[in-house]
């Protein structure tokens, strides 16, 4: 396994080991060999995670990426070019944090746009885990199922150019607390979300929180739904990347997150801070960390109809601005879905160069939630809770 130290551009850039070949077939380039002609650049592609809520470990076995300048081909179209690992290769998911990424390879690519990304995993044999998750607080290896990751590949829609004579870094990020499904046996499947950002156009925003805090979540959100998420480390320090530039996408809200049950800390959130392509935006230093108080956590939990297969997650709101606190996928089976959430008033504060970032506990919000259920389908459904004293039971959604 080959796993990059965070932001090592040089690293980024280096030629990779022959334990990765490439192959291209139905239209790419036939020769998989290095970018040679004008005509030519080159696409590499690595994987990072955001933080898994409840597990330890969540692996997964890549076999190879696929990219295609249609968003709409299929699997037996023509204009894929497929980036194959030699040996199919099993990483956990949870070690791609704070700006680690894994190398999956590369490939030469006429000079264009692409709009679509593919990514094939492995699939389980007998009793060969290419793909499981280890729950937090057991060490076995429980299966975690993938039905069609081992055929056609998860699909991303996701542009991005390939300029001639330039080598592109894609960065495939695997969101594994938003991807793993429970079932009603107590099993686990994969209903995958994966998003690709161009290193070209994106940079980072780090920070670090106090000590007695690491382990907290820590995420990078625009208009209420997570872009980007890690795990501060030991020390505190957390990284988001990559994050698009802000004069592309807009500014980006930090919202730091320690719901441990029962007795977690107050959330805090930082506005509008924004991201430079190639660069590093801070939020705090190891010398004043932000510092959250301590806070009981209490826990919603509900159903929502089974065959919705729904999404829920749970929004703080200040001022006009929603934050995304928390989330968990419904039970595939039984629909029933749980959420930790601090009940004490979130921290809030504005973006400035000048650190440290004032924080101001809202009152208003103290253990106030809106939990959104959303399903396969698109439609949503909201449910306004009240936590600050004490857990809700029974907040149901019916589709």
């Not at 709009?115 to 290419?130: F, I, K, M, P, T």
């Not at 994050?243 to 592309?248: E, F, K, R, W």
């Not at 730091?256 to 977690?264: F, T, Y």
Request: charge should be neutral; charged fraction near 10%; include cysteine.
């Amino acid at each position: 396994m080959k796993i990059r130290s965070p932001l090592d551009l040089a690293k980024i850039l280096a030629v990779l080991p022959a334990s990765f070949i490439v192959v291209a077939c139905g239209g790419g380039d036939g020769g998989g060999s290095d970018n040679t002609t004008s005509t030519n650049g080159t696409l590499h592609v690595s994987m990072t995670d955001a933080p898994a809520c409840g597990f330890d470990h969540v692996f997964v076995t890549v076999s190879k990426v696929r990219v295609n300048a249609s968003n709409s081909a299929g699997d037996n179209d023509g204009g894929w070019t497929d980036i194959a690992l030699a040996t199919p290769q099993r990483v956990d998911l949870l070690s791609l944090t704070n700006g680690v990424l894994f190398d999956l390879g590369r490939a030469p690519l006429p000079a264009g746009q692409y709009q679509q990304v593919r990514l094939v995993l492995s699939a389980n044999q007998g009793n060969s885990l290419a793909n499981a998750v280890v729950v937090s607080g057991t060490t076995a290896e429980l299966p975690l199922a993938t039905p069609s990751a081992t055929q056609s590949g998860y699909k991303i829609i996701q542009p991005f150019t390939v300029p001639a004579n330039t080598l592109v870094d894609l960065i495939l990020d695997f969101n594994a607390c938003k991807s793993i499904v429970q079932q009603g046996n107590g099993g686990y499947s994969l209903k995958p979300v994966v998003t690709a950002t161009p290193m070209t156009v994106s940079g980072s925003i780090t920070g670090f929180v106090a000590t007695a805090q690491a382990g907290a979540t820590v995420y990078a959100e625009q208009n209420g739904k997570i872009v980007r998420g890690t795990v501060a480390d030991a020390s505190g320090k957390f990284v988001l990347t990559p994050l698009v530039q802000s004069s592309t996408g807009g500014n980006y809200d930090v919202v730091i997150v320690d719901n441990k049950l029962p007795s977690g800390h107050a959330t805090g959130i930082i506005g509008a801070v924004p991201v430079t392509a190639s660069a590093t935006t801070s939020v705090a230093t190891a010398a004043s960390p932000i510092t959250l108080p301590a806070s009981t956590t209490n826990t919603v939990s509900g159903t929502a109809t089974a065959s919705a297969q729904a999404a829920v997650r749970a929004l703080q709101t200040i001022g006009s601005v929603s934050y995304e606190i928390a989330s968990a996928n419904a039970n595939l089976d039984t629909g029933a879905y749980s959420l930790a959430l601090p009940a004490a008033a979130p921290l809030f504060g504005t973006y400035s160069t000048t650190l440290p970032i004032t924080l101001s506990a809202v009152s208003s919000a103290a253990g106030q939630y809106s939990v959104q259920a959303t399903s396969t389908g698109g439609a949503t459904q909201t449910n306004n809770v009240n936590v600050f004293n004490g857990g809700q039971s029974g907040v149901n959604f019916s589709f």
